[in-house]
């Protein structure tokens, strides 16, 4: 991937640009994984923006984003490539009519017009003329034996078929792998990448957040549902809110043209925000029954 970069602060505005708000520790991290063609492992809570950043990064240096979505029970082969068995056995048959040789046959049998290119392999032969941005993920809902060979593909960026060679990608792809920390991650993995973790936001980086992504959203709205979503992340919930929750609700209540918060509007769209029915019921029965606490809500 070409030298863009030449600052920190250079990677805060273009970020900024692409209506992400980054702080100066993640621009750091961001700079480094881009000068030094490390991989990036993003940590955090769901929603906070960790996939945003992969997102982000592909539309700065104008670039393709490869995204492997992880999961348990993900392989090598549906994480690398795998060969069109259909085609194969029809271009058998059509060839057997033709009276091919068996050596001719498998000659053109296993080549590249019947290898279907997984997200990995793809990242490697695209980066042959521009390095895209690979996303790997939500990892830790992925095997420890998928992390294992995980680690052969980001230490070299070549891969070997028998049927064609070996593969190496000429540029490194800027590489983003994040984690929901379900599970912990083997160390070997963090030692090949560069850390950081993205926490929820303060009230001042929720707010700009807000009026970044949503343009035409009134001031005082926004301060309005920063400072909900701040307020409603302290209770002890099953599942705490993120940054994406706090932008879908912000763009539903436009939607039904809203400009200020009050009480009916936050029980009708109250699904908008938590996603489970016992954080629910808690917020209706201990936090909304409350007249303090309910009020408190709507404290500037």
């Known amino acids: 991937m070409e030298s863009r970069f030449q600052s920190v602060d250079e990677v805060m505005e273009k970020m900024a640009d692409a209506r992400y708000i980054a702080d100066r520790s993640l621009a750091t991290v961001l700079f ?37 979505q992880c999961y348990e029970g993900l392989d090598a082969t549906s994480a690398l490539y795998e060969w069109n068995y259909p085609k194969q056995l ?34 490697i032969v695209k980066a042959d003329h521009k390095a895209p941005v ?21 230490s070299d960026f070549q891969i070997t078929i028998p049927e064609v060679g070996t593969i190496k990608a000429k540029n490194r792809p800027l590489v983003v792998v994040t984690s929901n920390r379900t599970r912990d ?23 700009n957040i807000i009026l970044a992504k949503l343009p035409g959203i009134n001031q005082r709205f926004a301060q309005q549902v920063a400072g909900f979503m701040q307020r409603l992340r ?12 706090t932008l879908d609700w912000a763009r539903a ?48």
């Open 32 to 68: 480094l994984s881009h000068r030094l063609q490390k991989p990036i492992f993003l940590e955090g809570e769901p929603g906070v923006g960790k996939t945003e950043v992969a997102i982000v990064m592909a539309k700065i240096f104008n670039t393709d984003l490869i995204r492997l």
């Open 234 to 245: 302290n209770e002890d919930l099953l599942k705490r809110p993120g940054v994406s929750e």
């Open 90 to 123: 029809l271009y058998i048959r059509l060839e057997e009519k033709e009276r091919r040789s068996k050596e001719e046959i498998e000659k053109v049998l296993f080549s590249e017009q019947f290898l279907i290119k997984r997200p990995l392999l793809e990242a």
């Open 253 to 300: 209540l436009m939607e039904m043209h809203r400009e200020y918060l009050d009480e009916e509007v936050v029980m009708e769209t109250i699904g908008c925000i938590l996603k489970y029915q016992e954080d629910i019921e808690k917020f209706r029965e201990e936090i909304w029954q409350n007249d303090e606490r309910r009020a408190a809500y709507f404290t500037a």
């Open 185 to 207: 991650v083997h160390d070997a993995l963090k030692r090949r990448c560069l850390y950081h973790w993205i926490d929820y936001p303060s009230f001042e980086k929720e707010y």
């Open 134 to 154: 690979l996303l790997i993920d939500e990892i830790d809902r992925s095997d420890e034996e998928f992390e294992a060979f995980l680690l052969e593909v980001l």
